[in-house]
């Protein structure tokens, strides 16, 4: 069965530093998302992509996050200037196509900010 | 100074009991809705999803029941097993949205 991938598992950085979050999509899925999840709270909205272009984001999203589809397979998330708070679990989603078509999502990346 | 998680609420069943877990939404627009299982340490695993133009589904050993008057959404799991042990979430949807809206979570412990 398909699945999203995510890497690293685990990416430990100092605070001030830039990091880079990678996710490989479902093949043929068109939609894309990053959430991030602060230890033992909810799952947060980020950012959704579609088109090569960010179809909505959040207001945690600020201008220290971006997002890329580098190579067609790819997707990313880079923080710029790392933040202590900044500290979660990032987890990417992607969709086929549709409205409201399921999002499945990848087992995450456990940023640590130091 | 101290930064405190949500205390999630939990259930707990036992083995081969029915579960209920319940949801209530926030947006009267929603018309998408979706249940999530969340074991530790890793990503939301979709179980079962519904429109708003129903009100029941049923899948494999879960029923998820939408009430639209009240904005209230319930997952069933029928027989629950230890392997039913994680945190479930709803999230909901919006069309013309492409963002989904999680809810707080409820964390399942199955007791044998």
């Known amino acids: 069965e398909p699945e999203v991938t995510q890497t690293p598992s685990h990416q430990v950085t100092q605070m001030g530093q830039e990091v880079i979050l990678r996710c490989v999509p479902i093949?043929?899925?068109?939609?894309f998302y990053w959430y991030r999840q602060i230890l033992g709270q909810k799952v947060e909205f980020l950012v959704s992509f579609y088109n090569n272009e960010i179809s909505e984001k959040s207001e945690i999203f600020d201008d220290q996050f971006s997002v890329e589809r580098p190579d067609g397979s790819n997707f990313t998330l880079k923080i710029r200037s790392t933040k202590l708070e900044d500290s979660a679990m990032y987890f990417c989603?992607?969709?086929?196509?549709?409205?409201?078509?399921?999002?499945?999502f990848g087992p995450g990346t456990r940023l640590t900010v130091l | 100074g101290e930064s405190v998680g949500l205390h999630l609420p939990t259930l707990s069943v036992q083995e081969g009991d029915n579960s209920i877990i319940n949801c209530a939404y926030s947006n009267s627009a929603s018309d998408y809705f979706i249940w999530y299982k969340q074991e530790s340490g890793k990503g939301p695993q979709f179980i079962i999803d519904?429109?708003?133009?129903?009100d029941k589904r049923q899948g494999q050993r879960v029923t998820v029941l939408l009430n639209k008057t009240v904005k209230h959404l319930s997952l069933q799991i029928a027989a629950t097993q230890p392997g039913d042990s994680a945190v479930y979430f709803c999230a909901e949807s919006t069309s013309g949205t492409y963002k989904y809206i999680f809810g707080t979570g409820t964390r399942l412990k199955v007791l044998a």
């Open positions: 989603a992607t969709r086929l196509a549709g409205v409201a078509d399921t999002q499945y």
């Open positions: 519904i429109r708003s133009n129903m």
């Open positions: 093949s043929n899925h068109l939609y």
